[in-house]
């Protein structure tokens, strides 16, 4: 079933442990009957993906939050379906430029794809449409320590900005999408220090924001993720039309 306006929909909500029995992270966006942005694709993903009604070749624009797995697992499976699709398409991919132990997005893509070396070298097509994939990818790396939102994608009727956003020492984005129907914030994984989430996030009418962790929860989790008082305080600045949860998962963080 195709979703009519501007609408979210969540492809999984679970977190990097298999215990919770459901997809990890990932959201399509729906904009005018297609599915038009997928927000991270961890595992699970991938048949969310298919039984939503989504089609590879309505998307315009796929955003990676962080490069954890429970967030990125699925994106070489969806993209293979590119053999599949019937006209040839072009679609932006955008991720966090490297950090630590962290790649940056066009590496990530290049240690998938790459004719040299790529994990899986014969879909490297998938970079300008050729060898049999009809997606041609522009593949964009991110400023997670930028002050200010970076402007990632834009068209006659969708606007997306990202925001480096605190997540221990991941490098890592939320985004926002804005039309003429609405805007929607996705936030990743964060511990919710970084004060220009506020104004970044301000205005939302549907916010998507995890919580992965307790109040109980140690030192550690909390460097990395945002405690359930955080996360209630951030929601009574932004008082967003629709709360949405995700990430929810039992065990200590990771």
Not at 11 to 16: A, E, I, K, R, T
Not at 59 to 75: A, E, M, P
Not at 137 to 155: A, E, G, M, R
């Amino acid at each position: 079933m195709r979703r009519q306006g501007f609408t979210l929909q969540t492809l999984g909500s679970g977190g990097p442990i298999t215990d919770d029995q459901r997809a990890s992270s990932g959201e399509v966006i729906w904009i005018n009957g297609k599915s038009a942005i997928l927000i991270d694709a961890g595992g699970g993903v991938f048949l969310r993906f298919g039984q939503s009604g989504a089609r590879l070749e309505d998307l315009k624009f796929i955003g990676l939050t962080h490069f954890h797995t429970d967030h990125v697992s699925d994106l070489a499976a969806i993209l293979k379906g590119g053999y599949f699709v019937k006209n040839k398409q072009e679609i932006t991919l955008a991720g966090p430029e490297s950090g630590g132990a962290f790649p940056s997005m066009t590496q990530y893509f290049a240690d998938l794809f790459n004719k040299e070396g790529g994990a899986y070298a014969y879909l490297n097509g998938l970079y300008n449409a050729t060898d049999g994939l009809k997606i041609a990818s522009h593949v964009k790396d991110i400023s997670y320590t930028s002050v200010q939102p970076v402007l990632v994608y834009q068209d006659q009727e969708m606007k997306i900005t990202a925001l480096g956003i605190p997540h221990g020492d991941v490098p890592c984005l939320t985004y926002r999408i804005e039309t003429a129907k609405g805007t929607i914030v996705i936030s990743a994984d964060q511990n919710g220090s970084n004060r220009a989430f506020i104004p970044f996030a301000k205005g939302a009418d549907i916010l998507v924001m995890p919580l992965a962790i307790d109040e109980n929860a140690d030192k550690g989790s909390k460097f990395m993720h945002a405690a359930p008082d955080v996360v209630g305080k951030l929601r009574l600045k932004l008082i967003p039309r629709c709360w949405c949860s995700t990430t929810l998962w039992a065990k200590d963080s990771a």
